[in-house]
Structure formats: C-alpha cells, structure tokens
C-alpha cells in the first residue's frame, strides 16, 4: 500500500450563510500521518466529508495525489473512513467484517479469506479470525474497523475521531498502535480529534483549526513550543494568560505591563511596543521564587496545593487573577500553605508574548 499526498486549495464549505469550513489551503505528504485538531464544531468532519467525497466543497479544490477530486463519488476515491462509531457486523465473524469491501467488490472467497488473514496478522489479531466480532474486547474491534478499512488498500485513511468511544487506559494504548500501523503500512492518515494529547502524540503535523479556519500548522513540538495566536496557546496544553500592554522591547525580549505587574517574555516577532498583548507561560515553567534573571515576579496567595503524582498543582491567586504552577516531585516547598503568600517566578525565556486573540479558555 503506498500513500498519496493531499491538498486542498482555498476550500470552503457554507451551509446557507453559515461558514463551516473557511478557505483552507494545505498540502498532506504521502504516507504522512497529519492531524486535524479543534474543538467540537470548528469544521473538523466537514473537512473530512470533503476529501472522502461525501460532500462537495462550496469552493475550492480537493487533489489526491494530481488529480482533481471535484466530481469523483466517495466510491471512486482512493480513501476509506473509520468513524467512532466503528459499525461493524457484530454477528459476522471477525474475518467476514475484514472482507467484507472485497466481497462487494466481487473478490473470490478464498483471496478474501488469504487477504483478511494477511490484514488481522497486520493489525495483531492473527488467529482471531473466527470469533465473532460481538466476542472482542472494545480494543480489538477498533483494530478489526482498521484491517477493514485497509483491505481495500486505500492510499489515504480517514479517521474521525475513531477513539473517542474508548476508556482512557486503551485510548492510549491505541495511539501507539495506530501509530506503529501507520508507520508499517505507509497510507497517508488523516486523523481528527479534539484531544491534543492524541494530536501531540500520533501525528508528524497538526492543523490546528478554530471557527473554520486553520490558526497554526506545524509539528507537535512547534505547536506546543512555539504557539503562533492565543488561541492555540490555550488549546493546546495549558497556559497562564495575562493580558496587557507592551511598554518595550529590547531584542528577543518584551516588556509587557498587566495588572499581575510589569513581565517579561519571548516576543513574536511582529510584537511592537504600545501594542496590546498577552503574555502566555506554562504551568511547567513557573517556579516558586523571583526569577533570578529578570525579575518577574507575582505576589500570590495560595488557594490549593494538589499532589498529582509526578507534580504538585499550585493554584493561587495574584493581584488580577489566578495562576497555575506545576512543581516536580522533589523541589522544595516547605513552608508553602494553603492561604499563606507565596512568589511565583520564570524565566522570561520560559515566556511568550503574542498579539492579542481570542482565547481557547479564559
Ligand atoms: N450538513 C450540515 N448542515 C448545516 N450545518 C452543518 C452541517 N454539517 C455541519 N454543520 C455545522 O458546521 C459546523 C462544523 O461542523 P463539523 O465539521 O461537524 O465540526 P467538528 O467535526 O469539528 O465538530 C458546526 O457548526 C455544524 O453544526
Ligand atoms: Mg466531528
């Protein structure tokens, strides 16, 4: 099975007035695994119905490979869908359900049998084939919807949220074996999820979208490390947010005034003093006590102080709002109590000051 590349060029999808899908351009590369990610709402299916073909974009294009999609029916494409709802035949053995795109494709028996046992070897339920599919755990199943969608030997795979049904422990489980077959069968993947840690930790790059629109595109490290709107530094993971005032800008560094007190931060590079501005820092990156380096600095009281496991969870309230600080297992914070003062700290390279934007999260 070989992947084909993606793109979409300037495609927009309305529904009457309303823009689900606003003038997205963007190119897959074969055999990547590209992630859409956003919240409920923001055009992720839409998206996902314009490139199987189920839905015609209002304007733009759709390619597979070179060729132009425009007209060419869902059956016609070379793309095969996995949804949440996985809609198997649970009466059906395990087999019969891998084969079944073959059999409506006229394939004789004994190939369809040869070619589903080949897909449940792949999908690591080799020997499995005679169970019926109502005998499988919740785990199995979503990897039988895998090997049937791939027994059509598609180029690209659509996957639409194909975990959500699943509790948190297989859920994880699975995002490394739908990366490992991903990587064995070389198909493009395009996989949509609102959960960032699917994104982050399956995908070669992410389009992160809001409101029909894609804010940043770039791999997972870029778009944890280098979030390029507001909207994206508190969708994806958590931030800190103080909004306010850049009062000056001195190299990679901006000063910004906010009611938390004057900050320092990363600036983007089109942050320009009097602009109005937010500065975002990781729960993560903050400590307890002034940043030697900078002096940024918030007096805070602290409201809770929550063992986690491998961190504490400090939340405590500063002169306009409050603030989150992870601290790892083994820093020292004797003398830190829930209502009593405490000086949180980081280093303004820890820090990133953007334009103001709209916000995942207030
Ligand atoms: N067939 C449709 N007719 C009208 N509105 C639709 C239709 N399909 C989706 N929408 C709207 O378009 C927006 C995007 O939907 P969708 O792509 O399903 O979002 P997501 O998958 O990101 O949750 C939503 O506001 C939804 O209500
Ligand atoms: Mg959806």
């Not at 070897?121 to 499995?128: R, T």
Request: hydrophobic letters at 40%; charged letters at 25%; glycine letters at 10%.
């Amino acid at each position: 099975m070989d992947g084909q590349s993606i793109t979409l060029d300037r495609v927009t999808m309305r529904f009457g007035t309303f823009l689900a899908v606003d003038d997205v351009s963007l190119q897959v590369q074969p055999g990547e695994f590209f992630s859409f990610l956003g919240p409920s709402g923001c055009g992720k299916t839409t998206i996902l119905r314009m490139i199987s073909g189920f839905m015609e974009p209002s304007a733009g294009r759709v390619l597979i490979g070179d060729k132009d999609m425009a007209g060419i029916g869902p059956n016609r494409r070379p793309t095969a869908l996995i949804f949440q709802n996985l809609a198997l035949f649970p009466l059906m053995k395990v087999w019969e359900n891998v084969a079944f795109g073959l059999e409506v494709r006229g394939v004789d028996k004994a190939a369809r049998r040869r070619r589903a046992n080949e897909l449940l070897e792949m999908v690591a339920l080799a020997n499995q084939g005679e169970k019926l599919v109502s005998e499988l755990s919740g785990g199995q199943r979503q990897r039988v919807a895998i090997a049937r969608a791939l027994a059509v030997e598609p180029s690209v795979l659509l996957l639409d949220e194909p975990l959500s049904a699943l509790d948190l422990k297989l859920r994880q489980h699975m995002r490394a074996e739908l990366r490992m077959l991903q990587r064995r069968t070389g198909v493009t993947f395009v996989y949509i999820t609102h959960d960032q840690g699917e994104a982050l930790t399956m995908s070669d790059r992410i389009a992160v979208m809001s409101s029909g629109r894609i804010e940043q595109m770039g791999t997972p490290s870029e778009v944890y490390n280098h979030p390029s709107t507001a909207f994206c530094a508190t969708f994806v993971g958590e931030n800190n947010a103080f909004p306010g005032r850049v009062v000056a800008v001195d190299g990679e560094i901006a000063a910004i005034d906010t009611p938390m007190g004057r900050l320092f931060g990363r600036r983007d590079s089109a942050t320009r003093e009097g602009d109005p501005a937010i500065l975002f820092v990781r729960p993560e990156r903050c400590h307890l006590g002034e940043a030697s380096s900078s002096g940024n600095r918030i007096d805070t009281r602290v409201i809770r102080l929550d063992l986690e496991g491998a961190y504490t969870n400090l939340v405590a309230e500063g002169p306009d709002r409050e603030l989150t600080v992870h601290l790892s297992g083994d820093a020292g914070f004797a003398g830190v109590a829930e209502g009593g003062p405490v000086t949180i700290g980081f280093d303004p390279m820890a820090a990133l000051v953007l334009p103001e934007g709209r916000m995942a999260r207030a």
